[in-house]
């Protein structure tokens, strides 16, 4: 393309905006049916469907791990799979500031279509709006998606009893210390990057071996605190979790010492929370470890009816501390 910046041209419809498309997005996302360059997509779906949408507008743009694009396809495509559902097609609604370079658009759109198709899903519809400089901080993505629930699960906080347990996929924390990290010019060694990755072909593996799963959620804003205060609110119990149980990294662990922050309460983009039939832990984690988003899988509570809608931490010298629901972002624009 001639034009090294995005112009307001560019979202007007005509030459730009064609230009857009087949020089940048369909050599990315192209599959029949966004090819068909319909105003919609006609999809095969058989039984019952999820359904869901969320938008992207984090700073910075690109990270350790990811960038914006990534966490767009990841955060549809893990909403899906958190409901029992196999994700199966996404639409991508763009928003493009004015002056955006090319060459980061290309960056972006290229890590949405790896990500699309290491999560098996296909991109099937869309939409782009260029707006004045100043409008828009850079791009802002929208990812709506449908996936196939599979059959005989049923997610749902109604589903979690007295007695079951909790899974914890993985380390905390990662994503928003490495967004924090940027942020205030922090240096965190090569190996801590953000977490963002799809996990629906974890979570279809954990449902096919055990389909009575309770519950599965994502931890992102808010992290775990939030998560598991919402589940025993929701299900009028409370949960129980073991501070020697939660793994963080020593340099997360680090970064939110530092910036007064509470890694059960910093957010992720690739760790889910589990309730589980205590019978059914050990099949659960021997499933999960077989996945690199698993391999870190470790039972970290219970769930309790001692104080319905609380959540506490028994930590390493005995007592309880109570996790409460964090009363807002820790850190704006995680996502």
């Known amino acids: 393309?001639?034009?090294?910046?995005?112009?307001?041209?560019?979202?007007?419809?005509?030459?730009?905006?064609?230009?857009l498309m087949t020089k940048i997005i369909l050599p990315a996302f192209g599959n029949p049916y966004l090819n068909e360059l319909h105003d919609g997509a006609r999809l095969k779906i058989a039984g019952e469907i999820?359904?869901?949408?969320?938008?992207?507008?984090?700073?910075?743009?690109?990270?350790?791990?990811?960038?914006?694009?990534?966490?767009?396809?990841?955060?549809?495509?893990n909403d899906l799979a958190m409901t029992g559902a196999v994700p199966r097609y996404i639409s991508a609604g763009v928003i493009l500031e004015e002056g955006f370079p090319l060459e980061k658009l290309r960056a972006i759109v290229a890590t949405m279509a790896a990500t699309a198709k290491e999560a098996g899903v296909a991109i099937v519809t869309g939409d782009t709006k260029v707006v004045p400089k100043g409008a828009c901080d850079g791009i802002f993505i929208n990812t709506a998606g449908v996936g196939e629930i599979i059959p005989g699960v049923r997610i749902s906080p109604k589903q979690v009893k007295k007695g079951m347990q909790v899974i914890l996929s993985?380390?905390?924390?990662?994503?928003?210390?490495?967004?924090?990290?940027?942020?205030?010019?922090?240096?965190?060694?090569?190996g801590i990057t953000s977490d963002s990755a799809p996990l629906n072909h974890l979570t279809e593996a954990m449902l096919q071996a055990v389909p009575d799963i309770a519950l599965l959620r994502d931890?992102?804003?808010?992290?775990?605190?939030a998560v598991?205060?919402?589940?025993?609110?929701?299900?009028?119990?409370?949960?129980?979790?073991?501070?020697?149980?939660i793994p963080v990294l020593p340099e997360v662990a680090g970064v939110a010492d530092m910036l007064g922050l509470d890694p059960l309460e910093m957010a992720n983009e690739g760790t889910l929370v589990a309730f589980v039939p205590p019978a059914k832990t050990e099949a659960v984690l021997a499933v999960m470890r077989e996945f690199k988003?698993?391999?870190?899988?470790?039972?970290?509570?219970?769930?309790?009816?001692?104080?319905?809608?609380?959540?506490?931490?028994?930590t390493t010298v005995g007592g309880l501390r109570l996790i409460d629901m964090p009363l807002g972002e820790l850190v704006p624009r995680i996502c």
């Open 1 to 19: 393309m001639s034009n090294e910046r995005i112009t307001l041209a560019h979202g007007a419809g005509g030459k730009l905006s064609q230009e």
């Open 50 to 77: 999820a359904f869901t949408t969320d938008s992207y507008v984090i700073n910075p743009l690109f990270f350790p791990g990811g960038n914006i694009g990534k966490l767009a396809v990841c955060g549809t495509v």
């Open 170 to 190: 993985g380390y905390i924390g990662n994503h928003a210390a490495v967004i924090t990290a940027g942020r205030h010019g922090l240096n965190l060694p090569p």
């Open 293 to 314: 988003e698993g391999k870190e899988a470790r039972l970290i509570g219970e769930v309790t009816d001692d104080a319905p809608g609380k959540v506490a931490m028994r």
């Open 228 to 245: 598991l205060n919402e589940i025993a609110m929701a299900a009028s119990l409370s949960v129980i979790i073991r501070e020697e149980a």
């Open 219 to 225: 931890a992102t804003r808010g992290g775990v605190a």
